[in-house]
């Protein structure tokens, strides 16, 4: 096909108005062949001896992995994607008749679909490990590449944080709960679990704050491990900025800090604690870049994982659901500069040029550097992972190194996976769901 857009032609959850476009490259670079499993190797040795990356080139190389695993299948195997996912793989997924949504939405459907029993998500690990903790036992989940993680998550790995969290629970005892951001490991929302806390996504988390703070009056909450999701959220609720409390950053927390070393008339006075992460992708926006596309008249939305400043300066904010909903929904002529992911702005712009509405990305100011495509280690999902995964289920040599259990840990850098002993990780298990079903009571409740 030389042009116009390829048609989707197998059945979908929630259309998306995503589509490929033949003419146009996958907007992610190849990962070099060392950072394949060895399992994957074959399939990554033939997608790079492709001539291009073109979708009119990768589609039949796809069909022939991908579309046997669905005749083999059938309504058994149930294909998750996260809107952020790099490149075409959310396109990819979603034409192969998965399900591409907000992270929200992807825990709805993990525990909601009764029919399929091998769930596999294109998506980073901490989405994959919510389906895990929500799935039933007799069904599967799989990520295409373990190693797509989210670097905020890596910053507030159990081991730094539950020390500390100790430390706290020691001192205030149960007038302190936790909120934990979906981009949290399952051990994290366990530990909210286990204090009666709960987690939240981006676009529920001053609904759950909220509840959490009606139900135990004076309670301090521990916000896990966004500081401006946090710090945002607070805002909305009217929280005042001397009743937040940020621990140190995340990246320079020595290993033997303790709670002692904070400002104690601070700590007593805090109503929410904020854990010192950050994501990198979000924290490239500033208020200039925001006062620069408003003086020219664009609309400015961002997502809360902004700065505080950003969110103020900006004409709205909210979840990826948010945003994507704000440029389906504009009138033809509408000028949006977005704030988030890059791979979601570029298919937010191509999915709204074909309406007459023109979206940028809120850092791509003419004279200033480029911003990057966006969030690299959720671009780990490639066309090879996805036909390799459902190749080898299929042949039923799926590595179980792509499996994916409740408590599992995975470094993103080195590949190295740490997997709980069984008792273990029933337990850590049972105080996830607890705080994922919590947030979707309240959630609901709420709607
Ligand atoms: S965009 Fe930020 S929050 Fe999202 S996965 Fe990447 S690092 Fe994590």
Redesign the pocket.
């Known amino acids: 096909m030389a042009s116009g857009y390829v048609k989707l032609t197998t059945p979908r959850s929630m259309p998306s108005a995503l589509s490929l476009q033949p003419d146009v490259p996958l907007c992610q670079s190849d990962l070099p062949l060392d950072r394949y499993d060895e399992a994957f190797r074959p399939y990554a040795e033939s997608y790079l001896a492709l001539p291009d990356r073109k979708a009119e080139t990768i589609l039949p190389w796809l069909d022939a992995y991908v579309l046997p695993a669905i005749d083999h299948f059938g309504n058994d195997l149930l294909l998750l994607a996260h809107f952020?996912m790099g490149g075409e793989i959310v396109k990819l997924v979603e034409r192969y008749g998965g399900l591409v949504a907000d992270s929200y939405a992807l825990a709805l459907e993990a525990r909601q679909r009764s029919g399929a029993s091998i769930i596999v998500e294109s998506a980073?690990h901490f989405m994959a490990e919510t389906a895990a903790i929500l799935a039933r036992e007799d069904q599967t989940v799989w990520i295409t590449n373990p190693r797509a993680?989210?670097?905020?998550?890596m910053m507030a790995q159990a081991p730094r944080v539950l020390p500390i969290a100790a430390q706290l629970r020691a001192r205030f005892g149960a007038d302190i709960t936790a909120l934990s951001y979906m981009?949290t490991s399952g051990q994290l929302k366990a530990l909210a679990g286990a204090w009666g806390g709960a987690v939240c996504t981006s676009s529920n988390a001053h609904l759950i704050m909220a509840q959490l703070m009606r139900e135990r009056p004076g309670a301090k909450v521990l916000f896990l491990p966004?500081e401006h999701l946090g710090r945002n959220t607070a805002a909305r609720l009217g929280i005042q900025p001397d009743e937040v409390l940020r621990l140190p950053d995340a990246t320079s927390l020595p290993a033997d800090w303790t709670i002692d070393e904070l400002d104690s008339a601070s700590l007593e006075r805090a109503k929410v604690l904020l854990w010192g992460g950050w994501?990198?992708?979000?924290t490239v926006f500033n208020v200039d870049q925001v006062r620069w596309w408003r003086e020219r008249g664009w609309r400015v939305h961002v997502h809360p994982?902004c700065p505080l400043k950003v969110v103020q300066a900006a004409d709205g904010s909210g979840s990826t659901n948010y945003l994507w909903s704000l440029v389906e929904d504009a009138p033809a002529g509408s000028r949006l500069a977005i704030a988030t992911?890059g791979h979601f702005v570029r298919n937010a712009r191509e999915a709204a040029q074909r309406r007459g509405v023109e979206v940028v990305h809120l850092a791509d100011i003419p004279g200033t550097p480029a911003p990057g495509c966006?969030?690299a280690?959720?671009s780990r999902n490639d066309p090879p992972h996805l036909a390799g995964m459902l190749d080898l289920l299929r042949k039923g040599e799926a590595p179980e190194y792509h499996r994916v259990l409740p408590g599992d840990s995975i470094d993103t850098s080195t590949g190295t996976l740490h997997r709980m002993p069984e008792t273990d990780r029933q337990a850590c298990a049972a105080d996830a769901r607890l705080a994922l079903e919590r947030m979707i009571e309240i959630t609901e409740a709420a709607s």
Do not use: I, K
């Not at 993680?149 to 998550?153: K, L, Q, V």
């Not at 994501?279 to 979000?282: D, K, S």
């Open positions: 952020y980073v993680g989210c670097t905020m998550e981009n966004d994501c990198g992708v979000h994982e992911e966006g969030c280690t959720m």
